[in-house]
């Protein structure tokens, strides 16, 4: 793993640098910041909020160092939210890197010593971190992840087109989007003119939403 490196971004939480790939784990102008606003937020908050539901099926695509999903169980965990969340990750992470990341400073002990303890268990089957959250960590790149479940959010934290196009694309989106529930939330930090064209093809309401620092706007798109 020595093409991966830490970062310190903007708002001083730390990111993962890929050399391989060229491109960071998260934004550069807050690793933090970009989590809760994008993810947390206008993804799984604005569902919660719309729906009137105190439980939540989350997918998300590139788990890496599970950042969206600790804010995400923290929030669950003080609001007495069910959480059930999945992470695809075709490279999953040394367990060493993931305690260096520093992000047990912006999370509760239990959650934050939960997930340590059982990181290498959920790559295995899905595991309780918490009373109110689940977590399975899925091994496979996102083109082979199958499923029986429906999700209600997807948390899509790709790294950006310009570096990785294939994830993107029309094939790829349609896979995943696949196991969206109907009024189904996907939510991702950004937002272009291909991405807008190709959710709508997929019989998705597009809405633009203010983006994270250092981005105008970010796509939310709801499963019709
Ligand atoms: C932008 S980073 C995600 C950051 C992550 N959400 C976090 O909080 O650390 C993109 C992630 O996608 C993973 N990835 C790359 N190609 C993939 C693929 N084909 N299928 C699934 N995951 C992939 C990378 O290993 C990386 O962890």
Redesign the pocket.
Known sequence: MNHLSFAITSDGSK??F?KE?G????SRHG?LQE?RHVFLHTGMRHFLEKTGLKKVKIL??????????LISADYCSTQEIQLDYTG????P?QIEMIENTGYDNYISDFVWNSFIKHYQQAQLKKVLITKHCTLKIEH????DFKSDELFDVI?F???AAIH?P??WDHESLSHICKFLNPGGVFVTYAITGDLKRTMKSLGFAIEKAPGAPGKREMLRAVKM
Do not use: C, P, R, W
């Open positions: 990111t993962l890929n790939v491109e960071h784990y998260h690793a989590s998300e695509v590139g788990f890496g160092t599970g950042l969206n999903f695809i990750e075709a490279y992470l496979v790149k996102m083109l948390y934290d790709a790294f990785q294939e994830m």
